[in-house]
């Protein structure tokens, strides 16, 4: 990354939340999207004082997709950000040295995938030729199909993409009374449409996983801008630190995760949340590797071949390099990460 020193990184990463500044340093973040269960650790770090620890008064701002969150953080000016390291890919290819890094890896396998009906006859990922997937023009499976599609020998051209704006419970509903083949989206957040629709996942849906073609790919990551890791790359170690904190306790204590997440839209329902929060950590958060890099670390090999199956099937005029899309220097140590 243009501009990215690691001295000035090494000198934040000794810091101690001790010498915090002295007031605190407002930092805008934006969200995947609005409070779930799936983001729920946010929550605590800051219910918990441990942003208050790191001296930083976070405003938060509600996202509308993981895959829309890079190129908005980078638009609208957020610091920091949380979203898919994929569309991160494709902006750094479009924005070398001015566009956002990644600091911390949350989802260490692929959380996307297409949805299909139990009983209907989409048995295998080939058999997705000549149908209709609906997905969310912005959703990460659509954004990463032509990937999948290239891993399994699909012609992606033969699937009729079928692009809604409807409510991922309206798209399960649809699938279920024959409106459309398949659908678009995270394995987390199709079971949590079922769910709140009254519905059996386990018994009225099937998952055509990316993770299981598609081993190389991550997930969500936190993003810094440019300008956080140029200027207040003390403030990008704290953040980084507070929320591992979060992390942490979320994994260690999910009711209490959902209980502060509900605290903050009463709204949600707290068995689908508190279901969304478990397959997050169970499929995307659960990798092998962690047990060796522990949270928020990637493998540079590994992410390299990411990128460059992004590169591969999709426009991006170039390939990034690895320390272009993440950096571990704000990383807290490995023994605070093997959780």
Excluded: C
Excluded at 60 to 77: I, L
Aim: glycine letters at 10%.
């Amino acid at each position: 990354m243009d501009g990215f020193s690691r001295r000035t990184v090494l000198a934040a990463m000794v810091a101690t939340p001790a010498i915090a500044l002295e007031a605190p340093q407002r930092v805008k973040m934006l969200l995947n999207s609005g409070w779930s269960g799936a983001n729920a650790w946010f929550v605590l770090a800051e219910d918990r004082g441990y942003l208050r620890d790191e001296g930083i008064a976070m405003e938060f701002t509600a996202g509308r997709g993981a895959y829309t969150a890079a190129p908005r953080m980078f638009a609208e000016g957020h610091d920091i950000g949380y979203g898919d390291i994929n569309s991160l890919t494709e902006l750094v290819a479009m924005h070398p040295g001015v566009a956002p890094v990644g600091v911390y890896m949350m989802f260490n396998a692929s959380p996307s995938g297409i949805v299909v009906a139990a009983d209907g006859s989409i048995r295998t990922a080939k058999q997705l030729e000549g149908r209709r997937i609906a997905g969310h023009p912005t959703d990460v499976a659509l954004g990463t199909f032509p990937a999948f599609a290239k891993a399994v020998g699909v012609d992606a051209g033969k699937v009729r993409v079928v692009p809604s704006d409807a409510a991922m419970i309206d798209l399960v509903k649809d699938l279920l009374a024959g409106r459309s083949d398949g659908v678009f989206g995270y394995f987390t957040t199709h079971t949590a449409a079922a769910m709140t629709a009254g519905l059996d996942p386990e018994t009225l849906l099937r998952f055509l996983r990316f993770d299981a073609v598609l081993p190389d790919f991550y997930g969500s990551a936190l993003m810094a801008s440019a300008a956080m890791v140029r200027d207040r790359p003390a403030v990008v170690a704290g953040f980084v630190r507070a929320m591992h904190r979060g992390v942490v306790d979320a994994i260690r204590d999910p009711d209490a995760a959902i209980a502060a997440v509900m605290q903050r839209d009463a709204k949600l329902d707290p068995r689908v949340e508190r279901a969304r929060l478990m397959g997050t950590l169970q499929r995307e958060m659960a990798h092998p590797e962690r047990q060796a890099l522990g949270l928020g670390d990637v493998d540079d090999a590994r992410l390299g071949r990411s990128i460059a199956m992004m590169a591969g099937t999709k426009p991006l005029g170039r390939t990034p390099e690895v320390r272009e899309v993440f950096v571990r220097e704000f990383l807290p140590d490995k023994a605070i990460r093997l959780v």
